[in-house]
């Protein structure tokens, strides 16, 4: 079976990054009377089991990962999720400031200043990173720990949105990369103990 390779666009959509999650207990006394009152029953012996919710601070951030996950999901074709290793290219376009673009006649026209003007304001790409491979846990891949590799950029574009590459990798690079020690060893030993392969080396030298 051939490695897979998932590629899917999600547009116009601007991409919203993890947010820190807060934690809030919604049965806790609001007044210090309620409050002594509970404190007292739990000396009594009264089991007290909190009830919390948790929520995102990233505004947006389930719309973005809902969305994700749709064009995911198109993508993959009715296919289970990669079981293998692979590696993840993403590339995040996000929407310009304002200040960008000029006002009045100008309106709409980007800046001369801003034309060459980098991502390098807020959304982190770490924090984008960590959106986008939530949505595809599960879809794309059973679990992210088998991602071995990930390249990302963020960059400013017309439309706002990610393109994403995941690549199978059919053979770990661990094991490419240990191959590839063991041929450079083998290689070296094979010099120092005059192998016949010497004289071919120094043939096409001429030494």
Request: net charge positive; glycine share 8%; charged share 25%.
């Amino acid at each position: 079976m051939h490695p897979q390779t998932i590629e899917f666009y999600v547009g116009n959509v601007e991409p919203r990054p993890k947010g820190s999650h807060t934690a809030f207990v919604v049965n806790w006394p609001r007044s210090k009377a309620k409050l002594h009152q509970l404190c007292r029953e739990i000396l009594a012996g009264r089991e007290f089991r909190p009830q919390t919710v948790v929520t995102s601070a990233s505004k947006g951030q389930k719309a973005w990962e809902k969305e994700v996950k749709r064009k995911a999901f198109t993508a993959m074709a009715l296919r289970g999720p990669i079981a293998r290793g692979c590696c993840v290219h993403m590339e995040f376009f996000l929407k310009r400031p304002k200040n960008h673009f000029g006002t009045g006649k100008n309106a709409g026209k980007l800046k001369e200043w801003a034309v060459d003007m980098e991502g390098t304001k807020a959304p982190d790409l770490d924090k984008l990173i960590r959106s986008t491979m939530d949505a595809m846990n599960g879809v794309v891949f059973n679990d992210d720990a088998q991602v071995l590799a990930i390249v990302a950029t963020k960059v400013y574009g017309t439309r706002p949105g990610v393109k994403v590459s995941v690549y199978e990798i059919k053979i770990p690079i661990w094991k490419r990369l240990l191959d590839a020690l063991r041929q450079a060893i083998s290689f070296a030993f094979q010099r120092q103990t005059g192998d016949p392969t010497d004289d071919v080396l120094q043939d096409e030298t001429g030494n």
